[in-house]
């Protein structure tokens, strides 16, 4: 029976997650040809390394020098993030419902038979192990001695990361339809965990008791139909420099005071694929495949892209300098932060990322569909 309602769920996300591109017509367009292009920019592929296929929601993290993913089939690998070589690989043999958190040599996940467990990444020992009043469909987040989860029926728990005793649950009203989420909740050290959530809002919570620190609107619920009034926060939110940004589907991309929850700015844009900030910059993937800037303190556009318009291109990363997107047919794009140009390119495969790419300075981690996993690099 549980089993039965959580191919329903997924499946009924997995619908909702194709409207995400046809509203904006992504789904008939026809993506806009590639352009030759003059490189400015080295783009290479350091390693690369095969996985299971991945549907977004096991995205990899990074974790003192080492890259750790899991799979639906509960393998949980570590590779050396400079070499590609890996380290260890776990088998659960567990079936797993998202990605991977990892504090130390401890990795936590989320089970399909909705448990939360903790193991030891290097000899698979599982250390402790607790029941969820539903699976999770994203990573754990760690904060501090914290274990952060959000299960599929809106609820947030804390679990303490030592023995896996429950500190506190709070519980989310959910609207009736959802766009799919693959991570829209992240850990910001140990004082704040920020989490995204249905109709446009932004929860920052203390991770000791689940407390709500402050709430921002990132975009009201407008239509008159229930998919219309779809206004969800499907990405992760960014903290940097005592501020926090976030965009919402259907909805606002807006910045907000880290301190008190203070609105800066907010500008009309639909997006379900991320932000990436630097010092000045927020930049943003429009679900159309346009790729925006906007001044971090005062929301003006600075630029706007539309050379990769329908070609399904993930959220940005910073690469250096540079904005990296990857498109729905496996080509990593660099941007110039200054004006948006294309300055560099190179092909990963015939499938494109389910992910943001996950930004380490002058490299980035890039997840293709079929689960490989890539380092690209501009050194």
């Known amino acids: 029976m549980r089993r039965q309602l959580l191919v329903t769920a997924v499946l009924s996300s997995f619908l909702l997650a194709g409207c995400a591109s046809w509203f904006e017509g992504s789904v008939a367009a026809k993506p806009t040809p590639l352009a030759d292009i003059k490189p400015i920019q080295a783009l290479k592929v350091k390693w690369t390394l095969s996985q299971a296929a991945s549907d977004g929601?096991?995205?990899?993290?990074?974790?003192?020098?080492?890259?750790?993913?899991?799979?639906?089939?509960?393998?949980?690998?570590?590779?050396d993030a400079l070499t590609g070589r890996q380290t260890a690989d776990i088998a659960l043999k567990?079936?797993?419902?998202?990605?991977?958190?990892?504090?130390?040599?401890?990795?936590?996940?989320?089970?399909?038979?909705?448990?939360?467990?903790?193991?030891?990444?290097?000899?698979?020992?599982v250390l402790w192990e607790q029941s969820l009043t539903s699976v999770i469909l994203e990573a754990p987040q760690v904060a501090g001695s914290?274990?952060?989860?959000?299960?599929?029926?809106?609820?947030?728990?804390?679990?303490?990361?030592?023995?896996?005793?429950?500190?506190?649950?709070?519980?989310?009203?959910?609207?009736?339809?959802?766009?799919?989420?693959?991570?829209?909740?992240?850990?910001?050290?140990n004082e704040a965990v920020m989490v995204g959530l249905p109709g446009g809002k932004l929860d920052i919570i203390s991770p000791a008791n689940g407390n709500t620190l402050w709430e921002g609107v990132v975009a009201n619920p407008r239509g008159a139909t229930e998919l219309e009034r779809i206004t969800d926060i499907t990405s992760r939110p960014v903290y940097e420099n005592g501020q926090v940004c976030a965009v919402a589907y259907q909805g606002k991309v807006a910045c907000f005071d880290a301190k008190g929850g203070n609105l800066m700015w907010s500008r009309e844009l639909s997006s379900s694929r991320g932000v990436a900030l630097?010092?000045?910059?927020?930049?943003?993937?429009?679900?159309?495949?346009?790729?925006?800037?906007?001044?971090?303190?005062?929301?003006?556009?600075?630029w706007k892209t539309d050379a990769l318009k329908f070609r399904n291109v993930s959220g940005p990363a910073m690469l250096g300098r540079f904005v990296l997107v990857i498109d729905g047919e496996g080509?990593?794009?660099?941007?110039?932060?200054?004006?948006?140009?294309?300055?560099?390119?190179?092909?990963?495969?015939s499938e494109g990322t389910v992910a943001q790419p996950l930004s380490l300075g002058s490299s980035a981690l890039v997840q293709a569909a079929s689960g490989r996993l890539s380092l690209l690099s501009i050194e």
């Open 94 to 125: 567990r079936g797993l419902s998202a990605g991977v958190a990892v504090a130390g040599d401890t990795v936590i996940v989320g089970t399909l038979d909705g448990k939360l467990l903790a193991a030891d990444r290097n000899s698979g020992k």
């Open 57 to 79: 929601t096991f995205t990899p993290v990074y974790a003192n020098g080492n890259v750790v993913s899991a799979d639906a089939d509960g393998h949980i690998r570590v590779v």
């Open 146 to 189: 914290m274990v952060v989860v959000r299960s599929n029926d809106g609820r947030l728990t804390g679990f303490s990361l030592s023995d896996g005793k429950q500190q506190w649950s709070v519980s989310r009203t959910q609207p009736q339809l959802l766009v799919r989420n693959t991570g829209s909740m992240q850990a910001v050290g």
């Open 278 to 302: 630097d010092a000045s910059k927020l930049y943003v993937t429009a679900e159309n495949g346009s790729v925006w800037a906007y001044d971090r303190t005062t929301g003006r556009n600075l």
């Open 331 to 349: 080509y990593g794009h660099l941007l110039s932060n200054e004006n948006g140009s294309l300055v560099g390119r190179v092909k990963l495969g």
